[in-house]
């Protein structure tokens, strides 16, 4: 059997490292091609190098741009490639418009898709992730999901017939990451020593960085919270130009994007993480740290539901900050999820078996 596996943006690169190692276990030839979506060094090829993950047989170098563009340049690139290399099939993760741009050039072709964490949503239609979610599954041959919420979302739509449950392949990467991510990240003095408490937070959403109002109140409320303890705040490139004048936040550590396990570390080494993205919630979770959630809606509801997560009004400075603070005075009830609702750390074992039954 022959794999094409569709990356673009940072996470897929994580994801695809877990999952190309279990397709080496299986002998099972892959094609890596990454569309270009992040092409920094520190958004790209850190991933690459850090996870052992090869060189992509194609790079379409497609770049930033609206999602009209940036989507169409990808189906247009995508299609030669699947045309020339003729897969049994194409595998996508997650919700990007490079997991989407897959989804559909392979469709159009007749190729098998398979959508790995399918059966997400948010509910909000406005997130171009919940677009990209939707049209994904839909045009899915096989939707591995990751939870047994996504399964019902699935069951919901009429897709239960492509389901399987496999688990959350970024559990897989996480629990790879936990026995090597080192404290400090070389070359990463000025981070807090790990006994002492610190705030890791992250920013990257379209809804929150786009608007000049929306990003303030945000960092507003990091600025405060940085008065009572140290917050550390890698920066995605869209979130650093918006931001301006780095000084005006004396506070806070702004660090370059990192590579996953100088990330693990951080979150690992945290008191308390506050982010918008999807998978810093999870990850916040498998290292067991108290998630303060930069959105109205996730697509992570158990998370919610168990108290190690607390959504919060992205525009609200006196919710974010009094949120934050009752995360570190350790007055949240959390409870453990039992059993873990995100798998047995082998979704991509699962994965590929699934494949092999149904495809070869
Ligand atoms: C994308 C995904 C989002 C995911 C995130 C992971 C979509 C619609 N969004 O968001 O779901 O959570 O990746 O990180 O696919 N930029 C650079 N260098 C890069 C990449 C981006 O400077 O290597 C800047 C550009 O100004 C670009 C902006 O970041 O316009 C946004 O990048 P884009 O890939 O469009 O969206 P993300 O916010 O990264």
Redesign the pocket.
Known sequence: MKVATVVG???QFIKAAVFSNALTAALVEEVLVHTG????AN??EVFFRELGLAEPRYNLGVG?GS?GH?TGAMLSGLEDVLRLEKPDVTVVF?????TLAGALASAKLHIPVAHVEAGLRSFNRKM??EI?RILTDHASTLLFAPTLTAVGNLRAEGLSERTHLVGDVMYDAAIYAATRAKWPPEGMLQLPRSSSPFVVATL???ENTDSPHAIRVVMTALREISRLVPVVCPL???TR?RLGDLASYPGITFLDPLSFLEMSSLVLHSSVVVTD??GLQKEAFFHRKPCVTLRSETEWVELVQSGWNRLVDPRSVPDIVETVVAALGGSWSLNGLVPPPFGDGHACEAVVRILCEQLA
Do not use: L
């Open positions: 943006a940072r996470p979506q992040h092409y920094d958004m790209s930033s999602h940036q997650g919700d990007t418009n490079s171009p992730e990209n990257h959403r379209e995605h490139p869209r130009e993205s999807g």
